[in-house]
């Protein structure tokens, strides 16, 4: 996060948009979602640019390839930031990457779908999954395949991709849909010999603690921080994936940002041990989510990319609690009762407040075309299956 | 326990499709002047049916009204006076993102429609859409002269006619222009729907008709204006805000109105190009690509009986979860999924049922425009008109997420094969043993003409438009009022 100098928000974003059009990044091999975002002054806190990479391995190759891909265009980007070493990227990475580094901010929850899948080993699934259909539907304008049985069809299949001329090869992957599976109902049982005694005896003193910040925060009205985005509609249905960057304020109390604090180590705990298998609670469509407290713990910073309009199955998406444990603790949210009840389940409130938070992210750059979370982890589980039988 | 219905209040086209009245006529109509428009208004709201029909007499002739945004402004109440539209109805079918949202591209472009487009409403606006039906092309027209609608909409009713559009079928004919079954599947409403209805279609009433509960017990948000403004109490007075603000909204729905073009030879001719014309096999596939039969018999119940009744009362989990039976992308599996979406069965039916639709459509048919040459059609399809109480939930949700949505329940790329935005590059699978077939290149089947969003308001809410006067109104009104006092949309 790096703050945009004064009067230069707007040729930045135009440099966004050119910058987006071309995206310097396709070639990237290490790189999952991308995005820039602008997000505007609050608090007193000027107008600033978030950066939001998911990537693969070390950070230090990560921002290699980076600087290798697109290191003009980040000139020019940073180049309307404060503090920037001008013309870095291209003449002098190691001060560029020394500057990102120092402006970068840490992930207080992080979820990934497709856990322990770097970009190589879904790439490659998407490539055998495409050779295996194409090799299929030849198979299909064969006489006499009526007859056969699925276990003949596979045998074909992997017959197939013995053949030392079919490319791409399947390569094996580090995990797999059933290590993962695995290891899901391991750690949901340990987790809850843990949890379920701590929430019987916690639950009910914060349940009714925060029913009394409920009482008393019901008399304030928590004014607007910043205008709505004119364009958040447009950002929002940007084509079959699309990014989502809120800015909220939490509320002004102790025992507020305990909560969210709590609510966010919740969602880090459960991200990265029990919503393993691509669906993050009841949701099937997000790629990467992540949390982060900035502003010494002030606002919370939401960013997200996700398959369908940002609209598709909000009903689905509100249900779980776990929404209004973190973003119940945030000024202008739909009121809350014993933090679990009403809140993002008042659909249209809560829908008009995410148009509030929204902030459009003038560049994205999602790697895996219009594939959705749910059809990768079937390509996935082919290729794993495919790659052992070699 | 179901609430109350103020059937007296609701349109009746929320309640029934006046199926026994074989014309419509769709009437586009736009204020000139907007006092001579109220006083017109006030003389035609008697005439509108409500939906205390179907009751014991069957209405000879219908009429309802509905209005878009800018309608409901030209009629004299300004924009920043009413509050809790939603913005979908607001920035309607033309703004940006819509095109995407709803597959307006290519040649169903705006800049292609016969009305409603952003270029068209620059001199030709839509404010007002009557909706009138009857037996005959001779009833509707009377009725319509009753109405001051005929010949001609003249001046002196402060109106202007933009587009008119008829809709005809023959008596018990319910086919669809592709040769199909049309209409079997509608949501049964509660507290409108007659009491043969089974359980499992009953769908809660606010899903349809703002004011009462949706399915998950909410409301959605009822449009109001601040009391002053109905000094003589037409409205009844906002649920959540009583003593301040004036219910506009309630009983009232969102119309949705497209013209939609169906392309029949080219649908044809396509499925004789893919069937090699086998007569068996060419009925097959065109049922296949619907999900059910000519008849309307759905795959499901009878997949190997073309002539089988029509029915409705079927899932998919049970008998066809692979789409064996009816191919898992079919029109009316991605219009309505039901039990099939991926995960339980009993959660996927109460999703699918967060995302319906009343559909009210009536075929249209414009015979070749030439005096003594041979008789044909020149274009043919479907007045399509949806009623639902969220358009982002319930019509764009359809249209965007299950519709026009190339990975839909787990398909690679695939499209709706009869109304999706399909350009020849997405293709249509049919879910088979050992393997899948999938057929290519499906071209586009139906495009849009024209159309847009509408309210359909309440009858209170129409006696008060009719009834308003802007200078009453602002004597009765104390000064300034506080807009920050307004509740948020």
Redesign the interface.
């Known amino acids: 996060m790096t703050e945009i100098l004064a009067g230069s928000a707007s040729a930045l974003q135009g440099v966004l948009l050119a910058a987006q059009s071309r995206d310097p990044f396709r070639p990237a091999k290490l790189l999952h979602y991308a995005a820039f975002v602008i997000i505007p002054q609050i608090d007193g806190i000027p107008t600033r640019l978030v950066f939001e990479t998911n990537y693969d391995g070390e950070l230090d190759a990560h921002l290699d390839e980076l600087v290798k891909l697109a290191g003009a265009d980040l000139d020019n980007i940073y180049g309307n930031c404060k503090g920037y070493p001008a013309a870095s990227a291209v003449a002098k990475p190691q001060e560029f990457k020394k500057y990102l580094i120092e402006n970068s901010v840490p992930s207080t929850a992080f979820y990934v779908a497709l856990q322990g899948r770097s970009r190589v080993d879904i790439d490659n699934a998407i490539e055998v999954y495409n050779t295996a ?1 194409a090799y ?2 030849t ?2 304008n064969k006489p006499g ?2 007859k ?3 276990d ?2 596979w045998e074909e299949l992997v017959a197939h991709f013995k053949n030392p001329v079919t490319t791409p090869r399947p390569i094996p992957s580090p995990v797999s849909q059933r290590q993962l599976k695995w290891r899901f109902r391991l750690n949901a049982v340990l987790l809850s010999l843990v949890a379920i005694p701590l929430a019987i005896v916690v639950l009910p003193i914060l349940l009714l603690m925060t029913r009394f910040y409920e009482w008393l925060e019901s008399g304030i009205t928590f004014k607007r921080k910043y205008p709505v985005n004119p364009q958040v ?2 950002y ?2 940007l ?2 994936q699309n990014h989502m960057c809120t800015l909220a304020t939490i509320k002004p109390s102790r025992f507020r940002l305990m909560m969210i604090r709590l609510g966010l180590f919740a969602t880090k705990i459960l991200a990265s041990k029990v919503f393993i298998l691509g669906h993050l609670d ?1 949701i ?1 469509t997000i790629h990467f989510a992540r949390w982060s407290l900035i502003d010494n713990d002030r606002h919370v910073l939401f960013l997200t990319n996700y ?3 940002w ?6 998406f509100s249900d779980p609690p776990h929404l209004n444990g973190v973003w119940g603790n945030t000024e202008r949210f739909p009121p809350t009762r014993f933090m679990l009840w009403q809140g993002a ?4 409130q809560f ?2 407040h995410v ?1 509030e938070e929204f902030q459009p992210a003038y560049f994205f750059h999602r790697p895996y075309g ?3 979370v ?2 990768l982890i ?1 390509y996935l589980e082919l290729r794993d299956a495919l790659a052992r039988e070699l | 326990m179901s609430e109350k219905v103020d059937r007296k209040d609701i349109q009746g086209m929320l309640a029934s499709g006046y199926n026994h009245l074989n014309y419509a006529r769709f009437l586009f109509l736009r204020v000139v002047d907007r006092v001579k428009a109220r006083a017109w208004l006030a003389k035609v709201v008697d005439k509108v049916t409500t939906a205390e029909y179907p009751g014991k007499h069957k209405p000879g002739n219908c009429l309802n009204l509905a209005l878009t945004f800018k309608g409901i402004e030209a009629m004299g109440i300004a924009s920043d006076l009413i509050c809790g539209f939603s913005h979908e109805f607001e920035s309607r079918m033309t703004r940006p993102e819509a095109a995407q949202i709803l597959g307006d591209n290519g040649p169903s472009d705006q800049a292609n429609w016969e009305f409603g487009s952003i270029q068209t409403e620059r001199d030709r606006p839509l404010h007002l859409l009557a909706l009138l039906y009857g037996d005959s092309e001779d009833s509707v027209r009377n009725f319509a002269r009753a109405c001051e609608l005929y010949p001609i909409v003249a001046a002196n009713i402060g109106l202007e006619l933009v587009y008119r559009q008829d809709a005809s079928h023959e008596r018990d004919d319910l086919n669809e222009p592709f040769g199909f079954r049309d209409g079997i599947s509608q949501p049964a409403v509660e507290g409108l729907a007659g009491k043969s209805s089974k359980h499992r279609d009953l769908i809660k009433t606010g899903e349809f008709v703002l004011g009462y509960k949706d399915g998950k017990g909410l409301k959605s948000t009822i449009a109001s204006i601040e009391n002053w403004y109905d000094p003589e109490g037409y409205l009844a007075a906002h649920p959540d805000y009583p003593n301040d603000r004036r219910a506009f909204g309630l009983n009232g729905s969102y119309l949705v109105f497209r013209k939609l073009s169906q392309n029949v030879r080219a649908f044809w001719d396509y499925i004789d190009l893919q069937s090699g014309a086998d007569p068996q096999r060419r009925e097959l596939l065109a049922a296949r690509l619907i999900g059910r039969w000519r008849s309307g018999a759905p795959l499901v119940l009878a997949p190997d009986n073309p002539g089988a009744e029509p029915a409705n009362d079927f899932l998919y989990a049970p008998t066809d979860p692979d789409g064996l039976a009816c191919p898992i992308g079919a029109h009316i599996r991605r219009a309505n999924p039901r039990d099939s979406l991926p995960n339980w069965p009993s959660q996927s039916l109460a999703t699918s049922n967060r995302h319906r639709i009343i559909r009210r459509g009536r075929k249209y048919l414009t015979p070749i425009d030439s005096e003594g040459g041979k008789p044909g059609i020149q274009d043919q399809g479907l007045c399509f008109i949806a009623l639902n109480a969220d358009l982002l939930r319930q019509f764009e949700f359809i249209q965007y997420t299950w519709l026009n949505n190339p990975q839909f329940n787990g398909l690679d790329n695939d499209k709706d094969p009869v109304i999706g935005d399909n350009d020849g590059t997405y293709q249509f699978t049919v879910q088979g043993m050992p393997l899948n077939c999938h057929l290519q290149g499906l071209p586009r089947f139906v495009t849009m003409k024209g159309g847009g969003y509408f309210f359909l308001p309440g009858l209170r809410a129409l006696r008060f438009l009719a009834n308003y006067d802007p200078v009453v109104a602002a004597q009765a009104a104390p000064g300034l009022t506080d807009a920050s006092a307004r509740p948020q949309r």
């Open positions: 259909t299929l539907e198979l299909c395949t009526s056969l049985n699925f003949d069809v509609y447009e929002m249905n084509g079959r009841t099937t398959d369908g309009s609209s598709s199955y909000i009903d689905d389940r008042l659909i249209q829908q008009a148009v219009d594939n959705t749910q059809n079937r």
